[in-house]
């Protein structure tokens, strides 16, 4: 083996293992019949929503959105109990305690619930009480991106775990002030394995 193809094999292998960081939740939505689409419903009443909330909610939605899978929505809606087990995937601004459910987290989080490899639901919760920015700038350094932090939840809610990747959507932590606004090939990858586009 020369010198050259021996560095052509570790840049490839470097590659290759950059986009690596996904891991899988071990449920999906490829038990529903093609074309694949997942519907949401959002509710937008109550103090403290930014005003575009919805527009933002559903620009995160059509990045993850493929041939395999699309994201789509229903009109918008407050449900009356919340959480609840119901087949309507919903996404609201609530409080959020951190605990088990929230895995530590507390300015998002989407609650799965799932039929073994069949993902049957799926809600997500942005924390009322976190200052979110909705517009197309940067925000302020204590405000978080909703579209970053919508683009991560709808991650999971594909059936996506964390990224070992730190500049992926999937990534675990973003803080306020910072965008996360656009698929990485890591969060490319992982919607590839699980939906093959």
């Given at each position: 083996?020369?010198?050259f193809?021996?560095?052509?094999?570790?840049?490839?292998?470097?590659?290759?293992?950059?986009?690596?960081g996904?891991?899988?939740?071990?449920?999906d939505?490829?038990?529903l019949?093609?074309?694949?689409?997942?519907?949401?419903?959002?509710?937008?009443?109550?103090?403290?929503?930014?005003?575009?909330?919805?527009?933002t909610?559903?620009?995160?939605?059509?990045?993850?959105?493929?041939?395999?899978?699309?994201?789509?929505?229903?009109?918008?809606?407050?449900?009356?109990?919340?959480?609840?087990?119901?087949?309507?995937?919903?996404?609201?601004?609530?409080?959020?305690?951190?605990?088990p459910?929230?895995?530590?987290?507390?300015?998002?989080?989407?609650?799965?619930?799932?039929?073994?490899r069949?993902?049957?639901?799926c809600?997500?919760v942005f924390?009322?009480?976190?200052?979110?920015?909705?517009?197309n700038?940067?925000?302020?350094?204590?405000?978080?991106d909703?579209?970053?932090?919508?683009?991560?939840?709808?991650?999971?809610?594909l059936?996506?775990?964390?990224?070992?990747?730190t500049?992926a959507v999937?990534?675990?932590?973003?803080?306020?002030?910072?965008?996360?606004?656009?698929?990485?090939?890591?969060?490319?990858?992982?919607?590839?394995?699980l939906?093959g586009?």
């Amino acid at each position: 083996m020369t010198w050259f193809s021996s560095l052509l094999t570790l840049i490839s292998v470097g590659w290759a293992s950059a986009a690596l960081g996904y891991e899988v939740f071990g449920a999906d939505w490829t038990h529903l019949s093609s074309p694949r689409e997942v519907r949401f419903v959002v509710c937008t009443e109550g103090k403290g929503i930014p005003v575009g909330a919805s527009a933002t909610i559903r620009a995160a939605a059509d990045l993850w959105s493929t041939n395999a899978i699309r994201i789509r929505f229903d009109p918008d809606r407050c449900l009356a109990e919340y959480p609840r087990v119901d087949n309507i995937n919903t996404i609201r601004f609530a409080a959020i305690n951190p605990g088990p459910q929230t895995d530590g987290h507390d300015n998002a989080y989407a609650y799965r619930r799932n039929d073994l490899r069949r993902m049957q639901e799926c809600d997500i919760v942005f924390n009322i009480a976190r200052h979110w920015h909705a517009g197309n700038g940067s925000p302020e350094p204590k405000q978080h991106d909703l579209l970053s932090v919508a683009l991560h939840e709808f991650g999971h809610c594909l059936g996506l775990e964390h990224s070992a990747i730190t500049n992926a959507v999937m990534s675990a932590a973003l803080p306020a002030g910072r965008t996360r606004r656009a698929l990485q090939a890591d969060d490319i990858a992982g919607r590839r394995k699980l939906y093959g586009q």
